[in-house]
């Protein structure tokens, strides 16, 4: 079991930085490989990006591709979105993502999940 608690939003100007953390509990953590997603009002939940439970390798959608980053520090028990050069089609409620073993891009496949944190980019 693992719980997982998103912080960091926040409303930030267009070309802006923010970087999400999401926190696990757990002392498998470096077991499970994680996920961010993101939902905008009215859309769909959407894929962002994953890295797998080494650090090792990180995959991103196009959309965010060359402007976010994602790491862990499996000391911390903790997983970063680093996000850059923002602009206002990233404004949705983020979402970190847990599952043992590799990370998939299907939402599907992550049982855990925490409670999202609110970015909002402003132009």
């Known amino acids: 079991q693992v719980q997982l608690v998103e912080s960091g939003g926040g409303l930030v100007q267009t070309g802006g930085s923010l970087r999400l953390s999401c926190a696990a509990s757990g002392r498998t953590f470096s077991g499970y490989g994680m996920g961010w997603f993101r939902q905008a009002p009215g859309k769909e939940r959407e894929f962002v990006g994953t890295?797998?439970?080494?650090?090792?390798?990180?995959m991103y959608a196009d959309s965010v591709k060359g402007r976010f980053t994602i790491s862990r520090d499996n000391a911390k028990n903790t997983v970063y979105l680093q996000m850059n050069n923002l602009k206002s089609e990233d404004t949705a409620v983020y979402y970190c993502a847990a599952k043992l073993g590799p990370p998939f891009v299907s939402d599907r496949t992550y049982p855990y999940w925490g409670q999202g944190t609110q970015v909002t980019v402003s132009s």
């Open positions: 890295v797998s439970s080494s650090g090792m390798t990180t």
